[in-house]
């Protein structure tokens, strides 16, 4: 029997997880950074666009507050489409300028508000934040450490508020995916800081 498609991809993201999710080290913030780059990238694999009006040229990847991220992700991207399409990062002081960007991560050291981001998009764009208040801030993934490790959780009607579809595998590695109004705490069924097992799959398998 074929495999499904999306179960292939959930073996590719834990792969990947395997790979790039080591535990922090003492000097660890450019390794972390490498880490968060590396899932960036994956996430590109795991979510879909809707189609646009002038098809793109290029997948550009926004970073706001996070010089390193930055820095890791080039290092990605000048080896590797995206969708097909050439891709590049675009390193912003500021949240001017997102008319052509598909993906946009507001690192820690922005200062600003990350829920007036979201708030002024009107276009479709993939939010990752790392911050505590991320999801509540309208971010679509929410990077966050479980057991010294980065890990992300995802919001789907904030994707769905800009017109994105997250893709189960995606969700099937998340620790935690908030649907409506409910968070589900998924980690392979496992309770996620000190929170009860989901009540519902977040995936059928």
């Known amino acids: 029997m074929a495999t499904p498609a999306w179960r292939r991809l959930v ?10 999710a080591t ?9 972390e950074a490498a880490v968060k780059a590396a899932f960036l990238y994956r996430f590109t694999g795991f979510v879909e666009w809707p189609p ?23 290092k990605l991207l000048l080896r590797n489409k995206v969708h097909g399409l050439p891709s590049s990062v675009k390193r912003l002081r500021n949240p001017d300028g997102l008319s052509r960007v598909r ?6 050291g922005y200062s600003g508000s990350l829920r007036e981001i979201t708030e002024s998009l009107r276009h479709p764009v993939l939010v990752v934040s790392e911050s505590e208040r991320g999801l509540d801030d309208g971010a679509a993934v929410n990077f966050l ?4 490790r980065v890990r992300f959780e995802v919001s ?18 998340a620790v935690r995916v908030r649907r409506a109004s ?24």
Request: proline residues 11%.
């Open 145 to 148: 450490e479980a057991d010294r």
């Open 11 to 20: 073996v590719l993201l834990l792969l990947a997880v395997a790979v790039c």
């Open 182 to 205: 409910v968070d589900l705490p998924c980690n392979g069924g496992m309770p996620f800081a000190g929170m009860p097992p989901c009540a519902l799959p977040v995936a059928q398998r």
């Open 156 to 173: 789907l009607p904030a994707a769905a508020r800009v017109r994105l579809k997250i893709g189960a595998g995606m969700l099937a590695v």
């Open 103 to 108: 993906m946009l991560f507001v690192g820690a």
């Open 23 to 31: 535990p922090a080290q003492p000097q660890g913030r450019v390794d």
């Open 52 to 74: 646009a009006d002038e098809p793109p040229e290029e997948f550009t990847v926004a970073v706001l507050g996070s010089v390193a991220v930055a820095t890791e992700l080039e």
